[in-house]
């Protein structure tokens, strides 16, 4: 089975510092990966994916993540924050057979303060 | 061109109004997914078409109607919605369904208020 816990609801940051958002994750197989953001009344926006490739995962605009299979965790990191990052961010796990079923965490609210 | 167009942006209807939601990519994308999202919750699934034949349906309710005329459209036909139903209703598509690395991408979602 698949599943993803955000650990954090909301994070505030100043502008200009690093940004962390934390994911763990549960499958059953070796999963696929993905970072979205969401900013307000607008659809997602895929920001990195992680697909047993590299894993160390650069995505749009700063951000990358870190496959860490020991402790089934792929945390979102920004070495400095920007306004325009202010947005709520999905962590999601994919199954990696049958049918392409994203299981979402539950979000988590990145505040950045001026 | 990665994009997933929707229309309209908003709509308000009434519980005995029918109306239809569209969706289009122009990705050749072999697989759509209609979400419903409630305020501050994530995307729940409701529907998944892979080349163009309905694959999944998550236990979603009869006034519910998907349809995947093609390849590029997918249409959500609505009727005697419940004022439950208000949510931002997403498109999404990815090149294809069985291997779960094939990343998704979301049209802008209408806004959908059933008074």
């Known amino acids: 089975a698949q599943s993803v816990t955000q650990l954090d609801s909301h994070v505030s940051v100043s502008e200009g510092t690093p940004v962390l958002l934390r994911c763990n994750y549960s499958s059953s197989y070796s999963p696929s990966l993905f970072w979205y953001v969401q900013h307000p009344n607008k659809g997602l926006q895929l920001l990195l994916k992680?697909?047993?490739?590299?894993?160390l995962v650069k995505g749009i605009n700063g951000f990358e993540a870190e496959f860490k299979k020991s402790e089934t965790s792929f945390h979102l990191t920004k070495p400095s924050a920007h306004m325009s990052d202010a947005a709520e961010y999905f962590c999601v796990v994919s199954a990696f057979r049958g049918a392409n079923n994203l299981f979402f965490g539950t979000g988590t609210r990145l505040t950045v303060i001026p | 061109d990665t994009e997933v167009t929707q229309t309209p942006k908003h709509l308000v209807m009434g519980m005995t109004n029918k109306k239809s939601l569209k969706c289009e990519q122009h990705m050749g994308h072999r697989a759509m997914y209609w979400y419903k999202q409630k305020a501050k919750k994530p995307p729940e699934l409701m529907f998944v078409?892979?080349?163009?034949?309905?694959?999944i349906n998550e236990s979603v309710p009869s006034r519910f109607s998907p349809e995947c005329p093609n390849s590029s459209l997918l249409n959500l036909h609505l009727h005697a919605l419940q004022p439950e139903d208000s949510a931002l209703y997403l498109c999404?598509?990815?090149?294809?369904?069985?291997?779960?690395?094939?990343?998704?991408?979301f049209g802008p979602g209408t806004r959908l208020t059933v008074t």
């Open positions: 078409y892979s080349y163009e034949k309905l694959s």
């Open positions: 992680y697909t047993s490739a590299a894993t």
């Open positions: 999404a598509s990815s090149q294809d369904v069985p291997s779960g690395s094939y990343e998704q991408y």
